[in-house]
């Protein structure tokens, strides 16, 4: 388990990050969101006392410097490329491997299961963005620890890649690991990630199970259909619901329950010809969340 | 600490700069200035002093600058491909990193210059023959000369090292590491030579590069192993102390910064 409590870090006069305090349980994995800027890379090296600022994390109960040997408790992947460009692959995660007494064998077996072995004795400036980044998840795993924080690790990742990648954090995680990755990709969070922590201009904005945090969004509403449409809009505003119509005698609210709806139609007599739940993306959750919390905002738009 | 050696040592022999370097300082140092020796006559300790450092520490000066390059690269590399992160997530103690790099970096470049100077005399020995031989092993001053040969570059390579940990930034440290002893230093004793800052002339004695230069110091004034420009030099081991406290500062500096800045 992850603890971070009160982290905090100021350039100049922002703050980028500020007094954010969440925990990362085990067994799921945890999305760590966030618009450009938030400050989700710096919260991750202050985490791991690569940044100096306030607060403290610990890793399972210990601050990461205090680890003796941390790439066997926490696997970390800060930036895709972070290699020397004329080091080979293999001899880079020898070099590291030697740093935490990790065997030789192992980079083998790393270097195997992120599909890099063909090229593991190659310079690896040639490297592509995706490559660079498999290189960088081996390292991360070199310790097999129990705790991963990945910063952006689709970034780069082909389509095989990322499905990849999806499936062993999952399965990675399912074992009662700890995973905390950000990532970008909505589409890919909303398919990997358990839980989410999103965070905007450094402030913790949501910290809850994905399924809650889509729920939550006003993009998620009951659809109802009706012949009656005028009426059963008068019933559902007087209860309290929030009407939008949609044409065709089909109404969008949020404020009721689809249960309380059909209760309602049917205590009313009002025929109902549909009853469904439109559910957000967590793309339309998200940008509803984060709105106000953008460092860098576009202006204009394509005519 | 044993894990952050390890991984030094890891780091310096997987690098490709590393070899061409320590193979162009033998060349170098094993080579350079040696075909001026003459082929008759018996030779002096001048002529010995010669051999060893390529007259007046010119062969000693040149491979102490290639092998500082050894040094920037220690701490220039972790900041010009990014991988001072990935460090110290495996190793988060700072000083234990820097400490390392400082043990592994000196000690490897303690031999090759040992390499270098054993290399010249013999390459000599096998030039001149028993002439070189007949001078004695170490005479008069020479087993000075003989430290300060090996010395000299580690203490070279460390401030590069230092340099490199101060700016981040590999092209800086390279030019001040070269630029500082063979020009800045040049300059500023060659004013401090003027009637006119006859006054503070003494400072030119604490000029680092040149100060720690008097270690490979042989022969009477005004020879080629001479370079203590009228009296304005410290005594070798006053230059020695002199340029290891120079060293002592700026790395004490770079070990301050580099545990406080963020990586």
Same mark, same amino acid.
Request: hydrophobic residues 50%; glycine residues 10%.
């Given at each position: 388990?992850?603890?971070a409590?009160?982290l905090?870090k100021?350039?100049?006069?922002?703050?980028a990050v500020?007094?954010l305090?969440f925990?990362?349980?085990?067994?799921?994995?945890?999305?760590f969101?966030g618009?450009?800027?938030a400050g989700k890379s710096t919260t991750m090296r202050l985490m791991?006392?690569?940044d100096?600022g306030?607060?403290?994390t610990?890793?399972?109960?210990? $601050?990461?410097?205090?680890?003796?040997?941390?790439?066997?408790?926490?696997?970390?992947? =800060?930036?895709?490329? *972070? !290699?020397?460009?004329?080091?080979?692959?293999?001899?880079?995660?020898?070099?590291?491997?030697?740093?935490? +007494?990790?065997?030789?064998?192992?980079?083998?077996?790393?270097?195997?299961?992120?599909?890099?072995?063909?090229? &593991?004795?190659?310079?690896?400036?040639?490297?592509?963005?995706?490559?660079?980044?498999?290189?960088?998840?081996?390292?991360?795993?070199?310790?097999?620890?129990?705790?991963? =924080?990945?910063?952006?690790? &689709?970034?780069?990742?082909?389509?095989?890649?990322?499905?990849?990648? $999806?499936?062993?954090?999952?399965?990675? *995680?399912?074992?009662? $690991?700890?995973?905390?990755?950000s990532?970008?990709?909505?589409?890919?969070?909303?398919?990997?990630?358990?839980?989410?922590i999103?965070i905007?201009?450094g402030?913790?904005?949501?910290?809850?199970?994905?399924?809650?945090?889509? &729920?939550?969004?006003?993009?998620?509403?009951?659809?109802?259909?009706?012949?009656? *449409?005028?009426?059963?809009?008068?019933?559902?505003?007087?209860?309290?619901?929030?009407?939008?119509?949609?044409?065709?005698?089909?109404?969008?609210?949020?404020?009721? +329950?689809?249960?309380?709806?059909?209760?309602?139609?049917?205590?009313?007599?009002?025929?109902?010809?549909? =009853?469904?739940?439109?559910?957000?993306?967590?793309?339309?959750?998200?940008?509803?969340?984060? &709105?106000?919390?953008?460092? !860098?905002?576009?202006?204009?738009?394509?005519? | 600490?044993?894990?952050?050696?390890?991984?030094?040592?890891?780091?310096?022999?997987?690098?490709?700069?590393?070899?061409?370097?320590?193979?162009?300082?033998?060349?170098?140092?094993?080579?350079? #200035?040696?075909?001026?020796?003459?082929?008759?006559?018996?030779?002096?300790?001048?002529?010995?002093?010669?051999?060893?450092?390529?007259?007046?520490?010119?062969?000693?000066?040149?491979?102490?600058?290639?092998?500082?390059?050894? #040094?920037?690269?220690?701490? #220039?590399?972790?900041?010009?491909?990014?991988?001072?992160?990935?460090?110290?997530?495996?190793?988060?103690?700072?000083?234990?990193?820097?400490?390392?790099?400082?043990?592994?970096?000196?000690?490897?470049?303690?031999?090759?210059?040992?390499?270098?100077?054993?290399?010249?005399?013999?390459?000599?020995?096998?030039?001149?023959?028993?002439?070189?031989?007949?001078?004695?092993?170490?005479?008069?001053?020479?087993?000075?000369?003989?430290?300060?040969?090996?010395?000299? /570059?580690?203490?070279?390579?460390?401030? #590069?090292?230092?340099?490199?940990?101060?700016?981040?930034?590999? /092209?800086?440290?390279?030019?001040?590491?070269?630029?500082?002893?063979?020009?800045?230093?040049?300059?500023?004793?060659?004013?401090?030579?003027?009637?006119?800052?006859?006054?503070?002339?003494?400072?030119?004695?604490?000029?680092?590069?040149?100060?720690?230069?008097?270690?490979?110091?042989?022969?009477?004034?005004? @020879?080629?192993?001479?370079?203590? @420009?009228?009296?304005?030099?410290?005594? /070798?081991?006053?230059?020695?102390?002199?340029?290891?406290?120079?060293?002592?500062?700026?790395?004490?500096?770079?070990?301050?910064?580099?545990?406080?800045?963020?990586?």
């Amino acid at each position: 388990m992850i603890e971070a409590v009160g982290l905090g870090k100021r350039f100049g006069d922002r703050r980028a990050v500020d007094d954010l305090t969440f925990q990362v349980q085990p067994g799921v994995v945890t999305g760590f969101l966030g618009p450009n800027g938030a400050g989700k890379s710096t919260t991750m090296r202050l985490m791991l006392d690569l940044d100096h600022g306030d607060g403290v994390t610990r890793f399972d109960g210990q $601050r990461y410097r205090d680890i003796t040997s941390p790439m066997r408790r926490v696997g970390v992947l =800060l930036e895709a490329k *972070a !290699f020397h460009p004329t080091r080979t692959a293999r001899n880079h995660l020898r070099m590291l491997a030697s740093a935490n +007494s990790i065997p030789v064998k192992r980079v083998d077996e790393v270097l195997q299961l992120v599909g890099l072995e063909s090229v &593991a004795r190659k310079r690896p400036k040639s490297f592509s963005l995706g490559m660079g980044q498999r290189l960088g998840l081996a390292a991360a795993l070199l310790g097999e620890p129990d705790i991963l =924080l990945l910063d952006e690790p &689709a970034n780069g990742l082909d389509p095989q890649g990322i499905t990849w990648l $999806r499936d062993f954090l999952k399965v990675y *995680a399912a074992g009662g $690991r700890t995973v905390l990755a950000s990532s970008h990709l909505l589409a890919e969070m909303q398919l990997m990630a358990d839980h989410l922590i999103v965070i905007g201009r450094g402030k913790l904005l949501a910290d809850m199970p994905i399924a809650e945090f889509v &729920a939550r969004s006003s993009h998620t509403s009951v659809v109802v259909r009706s012949p009656e *449409a005028a009426r059963l809009s008068e019933l559902l505003t007087a209860r309290g619901a929030t009407v939008v119509p949609e044409g065709d005698g089909r109404l969008s609210l949020t404020g009721a +329950s689809q249960e309380e709806v059909g209760d309602l139609a049917f205590a009313e007599r009002v025929p109902l010809h549909e =009853l469904t739940m439109r559910t957000a993306t967590l793309e339309e959750a998200f940008l509803e969340v984060t &709105a106000g919390s953008q460092e !860098f905002e576009t202006t204009g738009g394509l005519a | 600490m044993k894990n952050a050696l390890r991984y030094e040592w890891m780091r310096l022999r997987t690098l490709r700069s590393t070899w061409w370097l320590t193979g162009l300082s033998l060349l170098v140092g094993g080579l350079l #200035g040696l075909g001026a020796l003459g082929p008759k006559g018996p030779l002096s300790v001048q002529d010995y002093g010669d051999v060893l450092t390529g007259g007046g520490g010119a062969a000693i000066l040149l491979v102490s600058i290639l092998l500082s390059m050894i #040094g920037v690269f220690a701490i #220039g590399h972790e900041y010009r491909y990014g991988t001072i992160r990935p460090t110290l997530s495996a190793l988060p103690r700072r000083s234990n990193v820097l400490a390392a790099k400082v043990i592994v970096v000196a000690a490897y470049v303690l031999a090759v210059a040992l390499i270098c100077v054993v290399l010249r005399y013999l390459v000599a020995v096998l030039i001149v023959g028993h002439r070189l031989l007949d001078v004695g092993l170490f005479p008069s001053s020479m087993a000075r000369v003989w430290i300060g040969a090996i010395v000299y /570059p580690v203490i070279f390579t460390l401030v #590069g090292l230092a340099l490199a940990g101060l700016f981040r930034n590999i /092209p800086a440290a390279i030019v001040t590491v070269i630029v500082l002893p063979l020009i800045v230093e040049n300059i500023l004793r060659g004013l401090l030579g003027l009637h006119v800052f006859h006054a503070i002339r003494g400072f030119a004695k604490v000029l680092p590069f040149f100060a720690g230069s008097q270690i490979l110091r042989y022969g009477p004034p005004g @020879s080629s192993g001479n370079n203590a @420009s009228g009296g304005a030099a410290p005594s /070798p081991i006053d230059g020695l102390l002199i340029f290891i406290a120079f060293l002592v500062i700026v790395l004490g500096l770079s070990w301050v910064l580099f545990e406080k800045r963020d990586a």
